[in-house]
């Protein structure tokens, strides 16, 4: 985390100060959560429309901040702090970060795409975590507040470090990735995510496209090149110069590609095409060995060995909610409740299809955020489930409904049923957990998903006791 003198801070910020306490003293670390301040914070109160950080400076106090900045145009300062007065402290955050970042000697990979991005993080930074000592995003920190605390969380012993960065709209990338300036930029794939903003998949590639523009000059882009969208908005940006593009995917035309695949409960067995290295990582999807392969082409940029990635892939640190297999009583319960769309959704179907089990159910719930065509792109989805071998298609939301109306369509061989209310769903879940089969939980992270999840976890729990 970043270590610096009042005074240093001040003169990075380039900021005036109401002097009320010693500027010699140290700051370590910052946070924007009065709750979590901690002895020696910097506190970043942030200001929304709904909510002022300012608010909750005598919090901050108490719990041990240092200093705090402070936006020129609010009102009573604290007098018991250092201030350092700033135009807007989400900008002074940002350049703060970027300063901290421009003084640390590390090599960063930069991670965005619709789906995939966390995965791809976790799995990265196993790997490089076998030779150097190294950081990454954690949870979801990966938006505009999110990635300068990111940023000023790395260690000035940090050796590399993965972040992962999001985006909802145009030029959202642009300012992160010239936070980040990463050495390797990384975009997983395009998919629908953000559909309502930003209108078409061919927008969503080019506003995607946005992470080269904090690409060191003569760094890496990978990408996935299974995506004609992604190599048409590549081409149509013209990513060129002394930047080196390589591409990933299932197809023979990228420079690293899968060349066999074999899965079971415990993980994924996978070979390339270009080492002949036989790899192993506890994860499951055929989706997670195509992030796996991105995460392979950024490790050995970085001068990883085949044998340095497999030491690192026996050691990965999933972030939670994501293709999280956890077994209940006599049941398998596939976890995938923290994000949905249409591409993730049928990528967490053919995990379920490639695990066997005597009985499987699908709980579907909304996917959001898809645009105009959300209703259709719902029905779809019910239609898609005709490929899958489900015993029962269980689904919820005011958006579950078309999904449910697709699979009535397509489908004569499943039970079928719709909830509206997501306790009823869990009570008849409940007995599942007493029988062999396997249960898919997926949904969009406003559909709080993860509480079936937990509710079925805490029924065993009830029953041991």
Known sequence: ?????????????????????????????VSIDSRKIVKGNLFIPIKGERFNGHQFIEQAIENGAVAALWNRDEPNPPEDIVVILVEDTLSALQKLAALYRSQLHLKIVGITGSNGKTSTKDILAAMLSSRYVTQKTLGNYNNEIGVPLTLLSLSEHCEAAVIEMGMENFHELDLLTKLVKPDVAIITNVGTAHLENLGSIENIAKAKLEIVHGLDPNGLFIYNGDQLVLTNAVKMEEVKGSIRIKTFGEQKKNDVYLKSLEQTADGLTFQINDDGHSYEMNMLGRHQAINALAAI?????????????????????KTGMRNELVQLGSCMLLNDSYKSNPQSAMAALDTLESIESPYKIAVLADMLDLGEETNMIH?????????????????YGELGRYITQGANAAIKNAYIRHFVDKRELLEYLLPYVKKKCMILVKGSRGMHMDEIVDGLKESLKHEKN
Do not use: C, F, P
């Not at 970043?2 to 003293?25: H, K, Q, T, W």
């Not at 029905?379 to 689904?395: Q, S």
């Open 379 to 395: 029905y779809n989805l019910g239609k898609a489930l005709a490929d899958y071998h489900l015993d029962e298609i269980l689904t």
């Open 297 to 317: 082409m950024a490790a050995k940029e970085l001068s990883l060995t085949s044998d340095d990635i497999q030491r690192g892939l026996q050691h990965i640190e």
């Open 1 to 29: 985390m970043i270590v610096r003198s009042i005074d240093a801070i001040i003169r990075m910020l380039d900021a005036d100060y109401i002097e009320n306490g010693d500027i010699d003293a140290e700051i370590m670390g």
